[in-house]
């Protein structure tokens, strides 16, 4: 699931551009690689304490990352209060921040006041409709049982694909693009992984939305306004300018007493 959620981030944050760019929680997964912008951070709360773990990639990993740019800088915040001003970062990476965090609503209305207007959100989540949803919802069931553990962290709820699109609908994000990862079930071996891994191929084209973990990139839309004004108001008429003639006395012979 980190391989496929690694390969996801590099290809999209190669191609934005900007000046200030943010990932919020899972400091094992480095999305911002393969971005090129100047200023970049990493903020954690509490997120890494929820059970995903990963080993950090180094930058220079992938082929577009310079190896002399430094590590996003590392800062400790709650990601509902932000120690950013407003519209002022292009490029906010959320890698299961949402899910883990006990106020997703709090968290994506705070990206959306720091992201600067055109700014570009990215997101990925795991699906709870999918073979990895399944098994925790059964690891639900036996641990109510008194036996049982679960598969998936529990330190937050799950949010579904469409329940996403519309949280970002509400606060003027569009969505730009959505796709699914991971159709292996939810096994341990690795010998049943590798018997399974035809389900990845088939998967984006039989059961697309089935997927393990689900990836959402969406821009901030800032309506613009025009003042008009009322209907009902007369438009002002035009003084009328005397106009000059040429040759506005011809001799026609007439002779007038």
């Given at each position: ?60 990993a ?22 950013f ?9 959320l ?13 994506l209305?705070?990206v ?23 098994r ?73 939305i ?23 108001k ?16 011809v ?7």
């Amino acid at each position: 699931m980190l391989a496929w959620e690694q390969a996801q981030f590099d290809q999209t944050v190669a191609d934005i551009f900007g000046y200030h760019a943010l990932q919020l929680g899972l400091q094992g997964l480095d999305t911002l690689a393969a971005n090129r912008m100047p200023h970049r951070w990493l903020a954690t709360g509490g997120v890494e304490s929820a059970g995903i773990a990963a080993t950090r990639r180094p930058p220079a990993a992938h082929p577009t990352a310079d190896p002399a740019a430094p590590a996003p800088a590392a800062l400790v915040t709650d990601f509902s209060a932000l120690p950013f001003p407003q519209a002022s970062l292009d490029l906010v990476v959320l890698p299961h921040a949402l899910e883990l965090h006990p106020d997703p609503h709090a968290t994506l209305r705070e990206v959306e006041r720091v992201l600067v207007p055109e700014g570009r959100v990215v997101i990925c989540g795991l699906n709870p409709a999918s073979l990895w949803g399944l098994r925790q919802y059964r690891a639900h069931l036996y641990r109510r049982l008194g036996f049982g553990e679960l598969y998936l962290p529990h330190g937050g709820e799950f949010i579904g694909y469409r329940r996403l699109r519309d949280w970002l609908r509400l606060l003027s994000f569009e969505v730009e693009s959505g796709r699914f990862g991971c159709y292996r079930p939810a096994v341990r071996s690795q010998a049943w992984l590798d018997r399974c891994e035809w389900m990845d191929r088939a998967g984006a084209r039989w059961w697309p939305i089935f997927g393990a973990v689900y990836f959402v990139v969406a821009v901030k839309r800032v309506r613009g306004l025009r003042l008009l004004g009322p209907a009902w108001k007369p438009a002002k008429a035009l003084a009328n300018a005397p106009v000059s003639v040429a040759n506005k006395s011809v001799n026609t012979g007439t002779i007038v007493e």
